[in-house]
């Protein structure tokens, strides 16, 4: 159960929470990360209170090392100058250069830009490679734009990101509407401004020029195996299955290829407007037509197969959280499942939750779901495969090398496995009762905090 701050016994932590949480009261998504990661730390924060204390590690690690904010410029078709505003939070770079995503969504805020970048922490971690938390992005809504739009927008966003990435300083990738289009013409202007190829800049690269096969796949593929690893450990087989994926993007997509691979049957995916309900399981070469190719709307799902269901949403849980099935994929956005649509799916008999989005379920269905012994893979460990695989392709650029689908593929599992082992030991060491999100929080936590404490204070 995620701890509420009320029920902590840590001074210590609750000092920290209440005082970052004052500091940044405008920033609610950055609030609700930071609560649900450090009140499911406290067992290591009582251990350990006075080293923590002496070094003000908890007041360093809530703070960004980097927050940039930019102006960025571009004109439309028709001639007219749009101004949106860029950011890149450089979270935490103990563990390696700052790594993650750029969000491109008229949504995006410094909030949403902060609580991404502190859960990319803890994610990065994780997987064992040596990368550290970042995040980025813009307001910009891609949505209804021309290639060309798309294009200059790209570049004139590169003309001030480049001053703060390398290689070795900080690796940006993709996240909601940014996928191997906007990285190519990123990468492209970054290439023009620096006159120099340093492929390792950027990942989600096409494989013309430096991507990794695998990289694609890999978010929805990694959600799959952790999954298959969850239920394992608790003698369910994935097989036979029924699934329900929300989004339709690049986590969604691969997250019901990997499923449909494993035997489970994908009822329904969605996008904001609405879900599609196929009883005879989804056909996700449609899928792939409609929104890869031709970037198009679920609801076209229909015109192709006619006996399926197309559900608009129409109240505040969205229509594909009415449905029922045994495995919930989040794979949207951030607080998709409230505590009420928590509620329903519970009662429609959901066997386990597995978090490809990033926040996708507020910290009251978080709670919701372990009290009533629903498996829950939370995001920062279960959506890993993403980054995990974007840190073998700079491994891969610095190499000037190549691998097999295969070979990324299998390291990508081997990572998966590995960060449920570091799950469920966490879990079982502080006798937590199958809750692998403190599992994951605290196992992140203590590599984060040995790293930092043995760089000083910086
Ligand atoms: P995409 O842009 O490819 O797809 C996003 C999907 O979510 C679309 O189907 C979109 O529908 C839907 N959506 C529904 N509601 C919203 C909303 N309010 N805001 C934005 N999107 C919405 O993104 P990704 O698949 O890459 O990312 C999905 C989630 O997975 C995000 O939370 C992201 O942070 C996370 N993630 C992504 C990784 C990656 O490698 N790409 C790695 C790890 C996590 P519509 O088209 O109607 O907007
Ligand atoms: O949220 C995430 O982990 C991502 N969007 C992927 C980040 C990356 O650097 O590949």
């Known amino acids: 159960m995620i701890t509420s701050e009320r029920g902590l016994k840590s001074e210590y932590l609750k000092k920290v929470i209440e005082e970052t949480s004052a500091k940044n009261c405008y920033e609610k998504e950055f609030i609700q990360a930071l609560k649900e990661v450090l009140s499911s730390i406290e067992p290591v924060i009582i ?13 360093r690690l809530v703070e960004p090392e980097r927050t940039i904010s930019f102006r960025v410029p571009w004109m439309d078709d028709n001639g007219n100058i749009q101004v949106n505003r860029g950011y890149r939070v450089q979270f935490n770079g103990s563990i390696g250069p700052y790594k993650g995503g750029l969000r491109f969504h008229p949504s995006v805020n410094q909030s949403i830009m902060k609580f ?3 859960e990319q922490i803890f994610k990065n971690a994780l997987t064992g490679r ?3 938390g970042g995040k980025g992005g813009s307001d910009f809504d891609p949505k209804g734009k021309s290639d060309m739009e798309i294009m200059r927008f790209c570049q004139s966003f590169m003309n001030e990101l480049q001053r703060h990435i390398g290689h070795d300083i900080d690796v940006p990738a993709g996240d909601i509407g940014v996928g191997g289009r906007e990285i190519g013409y990123l990468f492209g202007q970054y290439r023009k401004i620096k006159n120099c190829y340093e492929a390792g800049v950027l990942t989600g690269k096409g494989l013309e020029y430096g991507g990794s096969l695998a990289r694609k796949e890999a978010t929805g593929y990694g959600l799959m195996y952790f999954m298959r690893e969850m239920l394992k450990a608790n003698n369910i087989n994935l097989q036979g299955k029924t699934a329900i994926i929300s989004g339709s993007g690049n986590v969604a997509i691969y997250a019901c290829e990997k499923a449909q691979q494993l035997g489970v049957k994908v009822i329904a995916m969605s996008d904001s407007s609405g879900c599609i309900l196929d009883e005879n399981g989804i056909d996700i070469s449609l899928i792939k037509e409609i929104k890869e190719v031709r970037r198009g709307r679920i609801y076209e799902y229909k015109n192709s197969v006619p006996s399926s269901i197309y559900l608009e949403n129409n109240s505040d849980i969205p229509s594909i959280f009415t449905l029922k099935a045994d495995i919930i994929l989040p794979c949207a956005t951030q607080n998709d499942i409230d505590i009420e649509a928590a509620k329903l799916l519970v009662q429609n008999g959901a066997l386990a939750v597995g978090e490809g989005a990033n926040m996708p379920c507020t910290n009251e269905a978080v709670s919701y779901f372990l009290e009533h012994n629903v498996l829950l893979a939370p995001g ?15 491994s891969q650029n610095s190499m000037r090398d190549a691998w097999t689908f295969d070979e990324v593929d299998k390291k990508l599992e081997n990572i998966m496995v590995n960060i449920f082992r570091q799950c469920k030991e966490a879990d079982e060491e502080y006798g ?3 809750n692998y999100v403190a599992g994951a929080n605290i196992s992140a936590f203590k590599k984060i905090a040995n790293a930092m404490i043995a760089q000083g204070i910086i």
Not at 52 to 57: N, P
Not at 380 to 394: D, H, P
Request: charged share 20%; aromatic share 6%; no cysteine.
């Open 47 to 59: 251990q350990n209170e006075e080293k923590y204390k002496s070094v003000a590690l908890l007041e």
């Open 380 to 394: 920062k460990a279960a959506n890993a495969g993403g980054v995990a695989t974007s840190a073998l392709e700079m």
């Open 116 to 118: 991404l970048g502190f």
């Open 130 to 132: 040596p990368i550290g």
């Open 432 to 434: 937590l009762g199958n």
